[in-house]
């Protein structure tokens, strides 16, 4: 319990010490490359990902491709792939975001797919027979049935961006995993755990929003 | 990287299958104990959530919010209880084990069709044996589900607790980066690629072989 307190005070000085606030190797210089990275790549991601699932999920073809290249995906070491494009095309900026883009897609292609592919056959055939174009049935029937699985596939992808943006940090990228790779190299305990707390607050933000972002966009009648 | 140096160099593998295949093995106890911890804590929370349903919010709450914490972020808060050890890997492993599994539990439980209950109940089942005997075997299957979810995301994971020191086949992650040479980089990732692969296998067959009555049926994944 003691040594809960003494932790706590370590975390409180170090985040209310007026260097961390400054410059550009403060928190909110970090906090901004660390937002760039995560959203930039997830706007990609959900780009190609969302795209791609509903044209699967609307025609039902390729559905086992994307099936498998999900599979395959969800075993590649995530920290292993942003060294290995570091290694391969040098420190830069670019590279590591077509990384963290490349593995933001798997889980919102496949939670799109699917979340298309379960709507209720007889209300996509009700809205065919009303007269609605194919459009109409995609954007006014398929997605907003499919809303929380494809909210929840958001939702995995920036969970997983914000962590791999973190790790990137080990071979020389900004953010806020500069805090505890530095701070591990340096032997700055009160570093690694300053810097681990911001980046544990900045995940529950993220979570809270896509709870909040699901209350307000979810049709009141599909939640549980 | 300089320039000719091609992106795998063969006869360093050769020269490194032994140290390789003792970093495999290390890999694997990393990645696969908190999978079987976070089983054994799962099924019997999984029960409870199913039997006292307003358990299972809350309790889902705590996972999905321990899920969201990056595994960097939580090696080093448990850094100053555990030190530069295995189990710094393996209890955070182990947490995130717990949004995967706890839900697959309660699913599998909730799959259990009603008259099967009622039948058990009838045949003179108590509480107790019915959960064991009857409504755990036809969980099975979904249990299973999310055991290779989390399996093979648990794998793949290990390797981010290089940086504490204890990353198994992520040594060869970092080693490559430190020495600008790609091949033991490349030779880590298929590496680990095939474990969890394999291991996703495996599972799969094990759940064939757990639940004979359901080979006839097509079970999605």
Redesign the interface.
Known sequence: MN?LLN?LRLIGDWLTSSQQWHGDEGIPQRLLEHLTYSGLSLLFAALIGLALGLLVGHTGRGAFAV?SVV??A????????V??V???AGLSTTPVLVALVALAIPPILINTFEGVRGVDPAARDAARGVGMTEWQVLLRVEVPMALPLILLGLRIAA?QV??TA??AA??GLGGL?RF??DG?SRND?EL??G???V??VL??V??ILFTALRRVVVSPGLRV | MSDGEPLVRWDWIGDHAGELADYTGVHLRLGLLPVLFGLIVSVPLGILCHRWRWVYPPVLTVANILYSIPSLALFMIFVRYTGLTEQTVMIPLTLYTLSVLVPNVVDGLASVPEPVRQAATAMGFGTVRRVVQVELPIAVPVVIAGVRVAAVSSISLVAVGQLIGQGGLGYYITRGLQLDFPTPIVTAIVLIMLLALATDALLVLAQRLLTPWSRSKVTSS
């Not at chain 1, 969800?74 to 792939?81: H, K, M, S, V």
């Open positions: 040594d932790q099936a599979n395959l969800r075993a590649i070491p995530t920290f292993g792939l060294v290995l570091v290694t391969l969970i914000v962590a973190t790790v080990y071979p995993g505890i790779v591990l305990y690694v755990i810097g681990s707390t980046v544990v995940a529950l993220v979570q």
